[in-house]
T-cell receptor, first 112, second 113 residues
């Protein structure tokens, strides 16, 4: 099935650094979601975006719904060790199909 | 709220055997999804239900895979016969109205030897 392209694929950063990752699609979505997956667990919803241009924060996390509706961005400020995991974007078009299309994931490693 | 509950957490079975994975969605959620996760293919949607009715099973890889949702609080994903290439983590997720995002279970790690 279709997948969204995320970049970077993996990141190694030091504790305290800021992180940026993005997600791009050839298709337009009207909802963008960001999930985090810890080892051995299922993905957990972090942020949901419903309008082009929308900027939403959840603690140290900030996500944006791209103006073109074909991309989204996630920033993490002042990273901490528990930020380690895989971050997935997901797109949804509620008008045509009630199913999420997931990105390929960005693996984040945080060193002390 | 206990969240989405999947069982078993781990399953090791021999090729050719039948495997049944179970899921209890969050009470009140009207959508249920089955996903498969592998390193090569990432998260793939297999099938989803709305109000216990299968809506889209286009992601089910073969006839060996089947899924049922006999009531609002229980769903199964069955593989018969299982093959080594079915080895993956299988996730169940549920949602109240799709735009609000899914809640995933902890997954079942299936190993077929």
């Amino acid at each position: 099935g279709q997948q969204l392209n995320q970049s970077p694929q993996s990141m190694f950063i030091q504790e305290g650094e800021d992180v940026s990752m993005n997600c791009t699609s050839s298709s337009i979505f009207n909802t963008w979601l960001w999930y985090k997956q810890d080892p051995g667990e299922g993905p957990v919803l972090l942020i949901a975006l419903y309008k082009a241009g929308e900027l939403t924060s959840n603690g140290r996390l900030t996500a944006q719904f791209g103006i073109t509706r074909k991309d989204s961005f996630l920033n993490i400020s002042a990273s901490i060790p528990s930020d380690v995991g895989i971050y997935f974007c997901a797109g949804l078009n509620t008008g045509t199909a009630s199913k999420l299309t997931f990105g390929t994931g960005t693996r984040l490693q945080v060193t002390l | 709220d206990a969240g989405v509950i999947q069982s078993p957490r781990h399953e090791v079975t021999e090729m050719g055997q039948e495997v049944t994975l179970r899921c209890k969605p969050i009470s009140g959620h009207d959508y249920l999804f089955w996903y498969r996760q592998t390193m090569m293919r990432g998260l793939e949607l297999l099938i989803y239900f709305n109000n216990n009715v299968p809506i889209d099973d286009s992601g089910m890889p073969e006839d060996r895979f089947s899924a049922k949702m006999p009531n609002a609080s229980f769903s199964t994903l069955k593989i018969q016969p299982s093959e080594p290439r079915d080895s993956a983590v299988y996730f169940c997720a549920s949602s109240f109205g799709v735009p609000y995002g899914y809640t995933f279970g902890s997954g079942t790690r299936l190993t077929v030897v």
